[in-house]
């Protein structure tokens, strides 16, 4: 049971340049999570779903697109990226409404 | 919409001290409060969560916290730290009324225990 996995781990894009960070659980939970981590900030919600075929926006989603079209699988999308957009990036999931968010190791993206 | 204060943002304690981090939240209803804790490098992981029952609730590592709902807080404790409690740490909040179980969270709290 590996939880939640990211892939990658690291990534340096350049300006305009997209790219597609992957999110996977093995743990058949509905809800899943982007989230954004800034200095000082927290973690801000980029976007969600609560189910297969769902999506919906969080409190930071410009510039970003999601889709799940598996259960297991949550994809952030960033069709052009930019300097605002340096970030560590954590996938979460969780079973049933209420309860506990488990996190991904996070993706650490420097865009330049 | 709700939002989550943590007022101190570096906390440096040493050894064997005793530890209080605030978090206040903003929002009305009912809520489901939980901690979870950064080790450097490594991913959020829940230390411990408030959903009902007894407001003082109990958590992994020894930590505590409690829940004191006319203050809307939900401050985490430990009497006695350790250099490996060095971290940084955040309070969320998951509104009752909220459909997508988003959590909000507060900016955090850095904490270093010095040996």
């Known amino acids: 049971n590996a939880g939640v996995t990211q892939t990658p781990k690291f990534r340096v894009l350049k300006t305009g340049q997209s790219m597609t960070l992957l999110c996977a659980q093995d743990?058949?939970?509905?809800?899943m999570y982007w989230y954004r981590q800034d200095p000082g900030m927290g973690l801000r919600l980029i976007h969600y779903s609560v189910g297969e075929g769902t999506t919906a926006k969080g409190e930071v989603p410009d510039g970003y697109n999601v889709s799940r079209l598996k259960k297991q699988n949550f994809l952030l999308g960033l069709e052009s990226a930019a300097p605002s957009q340096t970030s560590v990036y954590f996938c979460?999931?969780?079973?049933?409404?209420?309860?506990?968010?488990?996190f991904g190791p996070g993706t650490r993206l420097t865009v330049l | 919409a709700q939002s989550v204060s943590q007022h101190n943002h570096h906390v440096i304690l040493s050894e064997a001290a005793s530890l209080e981090l605030g978090c206040n939240y903003s929002?009305?209803?009912?809520?489901?409060l939980f901690w979870y804790v950064q080790y450097p490098g490594q991913h959020l992981q829940l230390l411990l969560k408030y959903f009902s029952g007894d407001p003082l609730v109990k958590g992994i590592k020894g930590f505590e916290a409690e829940f004191i709902k006319s203050k809307f807080s939900f401050n985490l404790r430990k009497p006695s730290v350790q250099w490996s409690d060095t971290a940084e740490y955040f309070c969320?909040?998951?509104?009752?009324?909220?459909?997508?179980?988003?959590?909000?969270f507060g900016g955090g709290t850095r904490l270093m225990v010095k040996p």
């Open positions: 979460a999931s969780t079973y049933t409404w209420g309860n506990e968010q488990f």
């Open positions: 743990m058949n939970h509905e809800y």
């Open positions: 929002y009305g209803g009912t809520v489901n």
């Open positions: 969320a909040v998951n509104a009752q009324n909220n459909a997508g179980n988003m959590l909000t």
